[in-house]
């Protein structure tokens, strides 16, 4: 088979498309025929350049949410079945975690794309228990993205933030794949979305993804606005930036109590924190980048009664581009999701 392989870390050039062997499932696993997976800044590009905390063994294929056809089952495996349409997620839950709790996991599992082989490649082999059959009319790439995206942000603001119907919620990054999925999660359970955003265009996108209303925190002064719109602050903030400009005024958008949950750092992620607004507001901060597995279920039955839709996708390329999709990530001047069909030429 074709694969995308990784013999060392560096820029986009290491990224080597190879005739590999095409691996066999094992008991509990299923052999994918990938037929899109997603790019991303955390679990591909610093993979890649070896700065993500867990370093993978040499040789190594990205790609933490193959999507496609199952090929072949390993023994002990009763679904999926072959020929059923599946998305993969991404962790595999330790021995230790719960079932229908896996992001409250003590040990995070091995990741799929990370730890062991990706969905980089015309095949994949990943556990049958990780699978999740797709409904009816839900395309790869779509699926791709929603597996990728959808059911983070649920957790995130169902599970962690605990978010109220009639609650404000300030969504920054609003164009970007997570922070789509937020706006639209939120505004699903009754919340009042201000979607963030460093441009007129992407700011328009977080409104058509459904955000109450919007700002361009380039142009206009971020908490000054959140206030003129809710009063008193907001009571959730979905902040996946980590920019260290923006983070104070994202903070200073909340009102007391307020919940601050985050599952992102592409701008970097050291940013300044004020205690004394910390304790004196009695905010908290929530780190959480999973989710449960009931949470998957939730988002796919979610697209499937037309309730959500996926994030934007800007762009599909074959494997033998996989390293000019990385180039253009990095660039972070194309909003919407890139991915790789490695059943395209």
């Known amino acids: 088979m074709r694969a995308i392989v990784l013999r060392e870390f560096g820029g986009p050039e290491v990224l080597k498309l190879e005739e590999i062997p095409t691996l066999a499932p094992g008991p509990g696993e299923i052999l994918v025929k990938v037929h899109a997976v997603s790019v991303n800044v955390t679990l591909d590009i610093a993979v890649r ?14 790609g933490v949410d193959p999507t496609g056809e199952v090929a072949a089952v390993g023994a002990g495996v009763a679904r999926p079945r072959v020929g059923e349409r599946v998305s993969v997620h991404t962790v595999i839950p330790s021995p230790r975690a719960i079932p229908g709790h896996e992001a409250d996991d003590p040990v995070l599992g091995s990741i799929i794309g990370v ?3 990706g969905g980089y ?26 597996m990728r995206h959808m059911p983070t942000a649920r957790h995130q603001l169902h599970c962690r933030a605990a978010l109220k119907p009639g609650e404000w919620v300030l969504v920054m990054g609003a164009a970007g794949g997570l922070a789509s999925c937020c706006i639209q999660v939120a505004k699903r359970m009754g ?3 201000i979607g963030a955003a460093g441009s007129d265009d992407r700011v328009a996108t977080a409104i058509a993804f459904g955000a109450d209303h919007g700002v361009n925190y380039r142009t206009q002064d971020l908490t000054a606005e959140v206030m003129k719109l809710t009063g008193e602050g907001v009571h959730v903030v979905a902040e996946n930036v980590g920019d260290p400009e923006l983070w104070p ?22 940013v300044a924190l004020d205690l004394r607004t910390l304790y004196l507001k009695r905010l908290r ?6 989710c ?9 039955q979610a697209v499937k009664d037309g309730g959500v839709r996926p994030p934007l ?10 390293a000019e999709a990385h180039r253009i990530v990095e660039s972070r001047k194309v909003p919407g999701k890139l991915l790789l069909d490695p059943t395209l030429a």
């Open 49 to 62: 350049k070896g700065l993500y905390p867990r370093k993978p063994p040499f040789p190594h294929v990205l």
């Open 121 to 146: 490649a015309e095949y994949a082999v990943v556990p049958a228990s990780n699978a999740f059959v797709l409904p009816d009319g839900l395309a790869f790439p779509e699926a791709a993205v929603v």
């Open 285 to 290: 901060l929530i780190g959480d980048p999973l």
């Open 191 to 193: 919340a009042k979305v």
């Open 292 to 300: 449960d597995f009931p949470d998957i279920e939730w988002a796919l």
């Open 115 to 117: 730890n062991r082989w």
């Open 313 to 322: 996708i800007a762009e599909i390329f074959p494997l033998s581009q996989a």
């Open 249 to 270: 005024k994202a903070v200073a958008s909340l009102r007391p109590q307020g919940r601050l949950i985050t599952a992102g750092a592409h701008a970097g992620g050291n």
